[in-house]
């Protein structure tokens, strides 16, 4: 058993939540716990699904497990199990935590422009006609 891996209590509460197998014969060579072990692993280190060591099985029977109980809801309803079992059991603190400084505004948000008399400033005077508009003006009038 490496240092990640289900402990015989954990397993204990896991085991009876996982779906039963369908298939009669041969028994399988890697056991569900080496499996789920390899799962586990797998999440908890982030390596590529080809990298998982040898101890847990195979790696295309490990994601194939994986992948078959995403697909059909298993992860889901064990979630929601073990989280029941430890609500029972009163483990689970319901409070609520909203921290306001990761809310992000989209980035169209920023910087809008405002409507025609929204601004409570009021915008500085036209500037003075140049000198030479000036000089245009009188020219034109004489």
């Known amino acids: ?14 085991e009876p939540l996982l779906p039963k197998g369908k298939k009669t014969g041969r028994p399988p060579r890697w056991t569900r716990r080496q499996l789920v072990d390899g799962i586990r692993f797998r999440v908890r280190t982030g390596i590529p699904w080809r990298d998982i060591p040898d ?14 109980w995403q ?40 910087g809008a422009r405002k409507k025609k008399g929204t601004c409570k400033r009021s915008r500085p005077a036209a500037s003075p006609p140049s000198r030479t508009t000036m000089d245009s003006d009188a020219r034109a009038a004489a």
């Open 71 to 110: 697909r059909d809801g298993t992860w889901q309803r064990i979630f929601a199990a073990l989280q029941a079992q430890a609500d029972a059991k009163d483990l689970i603190a319901w409070d609520i935590n909203i921290d306001s400084t990761v809310c992000r505004a989209h980035q169209h948000a920023a």
């Open 1 to 14: 058993m490496a240092c990640g891996d289900l402990t015989d209590g954990q397993w204990a509460v896991l």
């Open 55 to 68: 101890e847990y099985g195979p790696w295309s029977r490990v994601y194939d497990l994986f992948r078959r």
